[in-house]
């Protein structure tokens, strides 16, 4: 039991403290705390947004720092460094204390949520999660979600890429807690994989280095041979259809009409019609299919003879005289 409530003591101390600075570098955009312990003494690593708040003119908030570490956490030989942050917007408390100040000054929290998230999204983030819990709208305690993205919930996935930020905006109302959490942009979640291919692969991928095979040879001959065998086949017609002569149009004489016109007609000359074709007699596939002597005609009976009459002799008819002339002018 005694080495489990010293192990307790130990994180108590270090959350004291994680809160200590947090009050007092407020201003510089704290971002993290990394304490261990040393052969000479403790090493404390502050991240931050601004630097140059935290050292402060000639190191003098740096020194101050130091003295109430040891002092008031009982620390052994405190050393302080302060890092830069790389990229506020991926760091998860940077930003719930951001979007805690924001609320106070008087966003909308559906506003500064989805601005937030928005803004952990383009800075190339895998995914993130805003919760803010208070008096959002009402009398009553509300909670609201904004995320986006892949998130862990739990699992080794959540302690190894998941990153967590809390703050806390004091309201008219009441306050708000602010939660953010964000997934590594370098996160590899368990579901994504690669494949290596065994070594026989890679050996038979290694061997066409060397030189290819005699079958792989021959068998790129062939292919060669059938496709200039194909291209001499196409190139054949084109060949014949340009050797060919071109057909020469016979030259029209004068007074003669181009082919396929027609000649008009010379005045006084009639238009001679054109030859119709007498049109083969049709025989009806009924009649064909008939033998010879149906087709043929019955005989006929025989002819009586026809009694001969004596001929006539033609009768010779009277002359007519010529009236004279005078007759017919009297008359």
């Known amino acids: 039991m005694a080495s489990e409530r010293k192990f307790v003591t130990e994180n108590i101390r270090r959350v004291l403290l994680?809160?200590?600075?947090?009050?007092?570098?407020?201003?510089?955009?704290?971002?993290?705390?990394?304490?261990?312990?040393?052969?000479?003494?403790?090493?404390?690593?502050?991240?931050?947004?601004?630097?140059?708040?935290?050292?402060?003119?000639?190191?003098?908030?740096?020194?101050?720092?130091?003295?109430?570490?040891?002092?008031?956490?009982?620390?052994n030989n405190p050393q302080i460094e302060v890092q830069e942050v790389e990229n506020p917007n991926l760091n998860a408390q940077i930003m719930a204390e951001k979007l805690a100040n924001a609320l106070e000054r008087g966003w909308h929290f559906r506003r500064a949520g989805h601005s937030t998230v928005r803004r952990i999204m383009d800075s190339g983030a895998r995914?993130?999660?805003?919760?803010?819990?208070?008096?959002?709208?009402?009398?009553?305690?509300?909670?609201?979600?904004?995320?986006?993205?892949?998130?862990?919930?739990c699992g080794q996935a959540k302690l190894d890429w998941m990153q967590q930020g809390f703050a806390v905006a004091k309201l008219k109302p009441g306050v708000m807690g602010i939660t953010v959490q964000i997934m590594h942009p370098n996160a590899k979640l368990p579901d994504e994989i690669d494949i290596i291919p065994p070594p026989a692969e890679a050996a038979s991928a290694a061997a066409p280095q060397a030189g290819p095979a005699p079958d792989l040879k021959a068998d790129e001959k062939k292919v060669s041979d059938a496709v200039a065998e194909l291209k001499k086949t196409a190139e054949k017609p084109s060949a014949e259809a340009a050797q060919k002569p071109k057909r020469v149009r016979p030259k029209k004489k004068e007074g003669e009409a181009a082919p396929g016109t027609e000649v008009p007609a010379a005045p006084g000359e009639e238009k001679k019609a054109p030859k119709k074709r007498k049109k083969k007699e049709e025989v009806k596939p009924a009649e064909a299919a008939k033998p010879a002597e149906a087709t043929a005609p019955a005989a006929l009976p025989a002819e009586r003879p026809v009694p001969q009459l004596p001929a006539e002799t033609p009768k010779e008819e009277p002359e007519k005289k010529p009236e004279p002339a005078d007759e017919k002018k009297e008359a």
Do not use: W
């Open 18 to 75: 994680k809160e200590y600075l947090m009050s007092r570098v407020g201003r510089a955009g704290f971002g993290g705390l990394d304490v261990q312990r040393t052969p000479m003494g403790t090493r404390v690593t502050l991240i931050t947004e601004r630097p140059g708040l935290v050292i402060g003119r000639r190191g003098e908030a740096i020194k101050s720092l130091t003295r109430a570490i040891e002092e008031d956490f009982n620390f």
């Open 127 to 153: 995914g993130c999660q805003v919760i803010i819990a208070g008096k959002l709208t009402g009398a009553r305690h509300r909670t609201e979600k904004f995320k986006e993205g892949h998130i862990k919930y």
